[in-house]
Nanobody
Framework: VQLQASGGGLVQAGGSLRLSCVAS????????LGWYRETPGKQRELVAA???????VYGNSMTGRFTISRGNRKNTVDLQMNSLEPEDTAVYFC?????????????WGQGTQVTVSS
């Protein structure tokens, strides 16, 4: 399994960014794709995830600001992040789970930096 992420970068507070990820290499037909983020000294936390069925889950403080969706290409996921805050600064990791419930093995992308300046 390979996860190729794109997007991220530097943005001012209140701005928007879009992250995209493509999963390839033996992808399950019923799966979960999503994003997690990590900052120094803190555990990696869920940002948002979406199943093949279109069911979504969001981490705390993301609801209403972030929107996850399946991309037009198969096995792609997009994360639209609006109203970004300095607290959103982190390394964001694309995540693939071959079980749509999230109970299978997790696969991770290489991480992309998001920096929000105040």
């Amino acid at each position: 399994v390979q996860l190729q992420a794109s997007g991220g970068g530097l943005v001012q507070a209140g701005g928007s960014l879009r992250l995209s990820c493509v999963a390839s290499g033996g992808i399950s037909s019923l799966n979960r794709l999503g994003w997690y983020r990590e900052t120094p000294g803190k555990q990696r936390e869920l940002v948002a995830a979406i199943t093949t069925y279109g069911n979504t889950v969001y981490g705390n403080s993301m609801t209403g600001r972030f929107t996850i969706s399946r991309g037009n290409r198969k096995n792609t996921v997009d994360l639209q992040m609006n109203s970004l805050e300095p607290e959103d600064t982190a390394v964001y990791f694309c995540n693939y789970n071959p079980d749509h419930t999230g109970r299978g093995r997790n696969y991770w992308g290489q991480g992309t930096q998001v920096t929000v300046s105040s």
